[in-house]
Each structure stands twice: as structure tokens, then as C-alpha cells.
């Protein structure tokens, strides 16, 4: 879901990196609603638990490859 949907836009390893808090992730889900308004609401929120629950401030940053962070991040 992370690859189908983050990988639209920008490398979907960088959902990976950065590490952010909880707020940070409630607001990058209201504010990409409507870049994926072809999913539907469970699957939106099944998404972003996924990233605030593995991708968070508790947690190391997880080592990417250079080459999987081509096309760059967008900030964070």
C-alpha cells in the first residue's frame, strides 16, 4: 500500500525516513486526503497507522539506500 501510494508521488522510501511524530503524521494525513482520493477511508487509515506505528519518533531511523530516495523527499 506504502509503494502503490506514496510511490505515486515521490520515492516511497522516503515515508520511511524522518522519523516523525504522531502530530506530524495526523497532519500529513489531512493534508494528502485529497492526493489519494481514490482510496477509500479504511484503507487511508490502515495506511498512516502503518507509517505513525513503524516510522515514528520512538523509533531508529532505518538505513535506505541512496538509490531508493532517487527523485528526493519532499520536507518533512
Known sequence: MVLDSCGACHAAACAAIGQRTQARWESLK????????????ADYDVL???LSENFN???????????????GCTPF
Open 57 to 71: 519518533d520512538a523509533r531508529p531511523e532505518p538505513v535506505v539506500p541512496p538509490q531508493f530516495l532517487e527523485g
Open 30 to 41: 489531512q493534508d494528502h486526503r485529497d492526493k489519494l482520493s481514490d482510496m477509500g477511508d
Open 48 to 50: 498512516f497507522a502503518y
